[in-house]
């Protein structure tokens, strides 16, 4: 086994909010909340990019510090639709 587990970073528009959640390459089950904002921040960009970045700081955290495994390279591209919906 190679140790490589992929995972992503998933930012989503829910509602009033922008959750942030740590998810499986093609799905929305079995997620982890990591952060959330009110949809409002979006319009000052400089915030958003900065909690987006923020965002990514934590994911590496969780990954490194929780689940002992080291983030090799993250990809940003925009979101697919997943396989199934955060209910």
């Given at each position: 086994m190679s140790g490589?587990?992929?995972?992503?970073?998933?930012?989503?528009?829910?509602?009033?909010?922008?959750?942030?959640?740590?998810?499986?390459p093609d799905t929305m089950?079995?997620?982890?909340?990591i952060?959330?904002?009110?949809i409002t921040v979006r319009e000052n960009e400089e915030i958003y990019n900065n909690w987006q970045k923020l965002m990514e700081k934590?994911?590496?955290?969780?990954i490194e510090n929780i689940f002992k495994v080291k983030v090799q390279k993250m990809i940003r591209k925009p979101p697919a639709e997943?396989?199934?919906?955060?209910?």
């Open positions: 490589f587990m992929p995972i992503r970073l998933a930012i989503r528009e829910e509602g009033k909010y922008v959750n942030c959640y740590i998810a499986k089950n079995e997620t982890i909340l952060g959330s904002i009110h934590l994911f590496t955290f969780y997943d396989k199934d919906k955060l209910n």
